[in-house]
């Protein structure tokens, strides 16, 4: 059975930091684009962070600067290191791999269809408050 499972989230003041872990079993990340998704409250799913392979990376404008994918594919795990998180941060936080829609990577809208696309974890929350 494929799982894909995020850890790390939790509650930090503006300013904080945390790292998210994405780790899989019964499933390789190898040869595969690793994505961070989140949803925000009464959002859609966004796409915000991803790499592939050959360590190209993709960040949205908003979390440019702040967070920082990373990858270890000998441990099955890939990361998101988040700091100076902000309020806009809080969101759900979903790992994801290879969510190929018509040739593309599915860059975010409703998320159950979303879902449909490649593999998903379950989601982590992460929020930013004071």
């Known amino acids: 059975e494929v799982q894909l499972v995020e850890s790390g989230g939790g509650s930090v003041q503006p300013g904080g930091s945390l790292r998210l872990s994405c780790t899989a079993s019964?499933?390789?990340?190898?040869?595969?684009?690793k994505i961070w998704y989140r949803q925000a409250p009464g959002n859609q799913c966004e796409l915000i962070s991803a790499?592939?392979?050959?360590?190209?990376?993709f960040y949205i404008d908003s979390v440019k600067g702040r967070f920082t994918i990373s990858r270890d594919n000998a441990n099955n795990t890939f990361y998101l290191q988040m700091d100076n998180l902000k309020p806009e941060d809080t969101a759900v936080y979903y790992c994801?791999?290879?969510?190929?829609?018509?040739?593309?990577?599915?860059?975010?809208?409703?998320?159950?269809?979303?879902?449909?696309?490649?593999?998903w974890g379950q989601g982590t929350q992460v929020t930013v408050s004071r």
């Open positions: 994801a791999a290879d969510t190929y829609f018509s040739g593309s990577i599915w860059l975010g809208g409703d998320c159950l269809r979303g879902r449909k696309f490649g593999y």
């Open positions: 019964g499933f390789s990340f190898d040869d595969r684009e």
């Open positions: 790499i592939s392979d050959d360590d190209v990376t």
